[in-house]
């Protein structure tokens, strides 16, 4: 199932900086087959939903092994059924 989707992940006790980290939640979701897009408070995605799924999961088994104790992360999914939904088609 093709979908877009909005990510916000959220390291909890890395200190006052997350730059670090979330430099590293985009190098984890670019290594998958999605379209990204990152903006002040997230990131948007295209793609099919399993895969969104696997990069959520990766971002957080990747983060916790490299030391981030604690993750909440914000996933807002999108699909339809009408057509395909892409991010270019978001766009005002």
Same mark, same amino acid.
């Given at each position: 199932?093709?979908?877009t989707a909005e990510i916000q992940v959220v390291p909890i006790g890395a200190g006052v900086s997350v730059r670090k &980290?979330?430099?590293r939640v985009v190098?984890? *979701?670019e290594g998958f087959d999605l379209t990204?897009?990152?903006h002040a408070s997230g990131t948007? *995605? &295209?793609?099919k939903l399993?895969?969104? *799924?696997?990069?959520t999961e990766a971002v957080h088994?990747?983060?916790h092994r490299e030391g981030v104790v604690r993750l909440v992360t914000y996933l807002k999914l999108e699909s339809r059924t009408d057509k395909t939904p892409t991010l270019?088609?978001?766009r005002l």
């Amino acid at each position: 199932m093709d979908v877009t989707a909005e990510i916000q992940v959220v390291p909890i006790g890395a200190g006052v900086s997350v730059r670090k &980290e979330i430099r590293r939640v985009v190098e984890i *979701l670019e290594g998958f087959d999605l379209t990204l897009e990152t903006h002040a408070s997230g990131t948007n *995605l &295209e793609g099919k939903l399993v895969t969104i *799924l696997q990069a959520t999961e990766a971002v957080h088994e990747t983060l916790h092994r490299e030391g981030v104790v604690r993750l909440v992360t914000y996933l807002k999914l999108e699909s339809r059924t009408d057509k395909t939904p892409t991010l270019a088609g978001k766009r005002l």
